[in-house]
Nanobody
Framework: QVQLVESGGGLVQAGGSLRLACAAS????????MGWYRQAPGKQREMVAS???????NYANAVRGRFTISRDNAKNTVYLQMNSLKPEDTAVYYC????????WGQGTQVTVSS
């Protein structure tokens, strides 16, 4: 049974930083490309960053240069370091596999005040 648990969200001022973590279990994590997704109220869910099993990252244009995705295979965890946060980054952030999406978890709320 695959389980993905997000953590690290919170309320920050514009320009601030947060570090999200996603702990995975029930899968061979080291062999999977992972992604971070977000969904803001009234908007479609979108991928903001992904990382291959070999740690090659990719970013949505909206977050490129501000967010950094990384992974620690020994901890079965993928991270999203978010810097220079903007109010438009406010959303629920989810992790999942990049290529084959499993059931969405609860996500973690990120709120950026202006």
């Amino acid at each position: 049974q695959v389980q993905l648990v997000e953590s690290g969200g919170g309320l920050v001022q514009a320009g601030g930083s947060l570090r999200l973590a996603c702990a995975a279990s029930g899968t061979i994590f080291s062999l999977r490309a992972m992604g971070w997704y977000r969904q803001a109220p009234g908007k479609q869910r979108e991928m903001v960053a992904s990382i291959t099993s070999g740690s090659i990252p990719n970013y949505a244009n909206a977050v490129r240069g501000r967010f950094t995705i990384s992974r620690d295979n020994a901890k079965n965890t993928v991270y999203l370091q978010m810097n220079s946060l903007k109010p438009e980054d406010t959303a629920v952030y989810y992790c999942n596999f990049r290529d084959y999406i499993y059931n969405w978890g609860q996500g973690t709320q990120v709120t950026v005040s202006s």
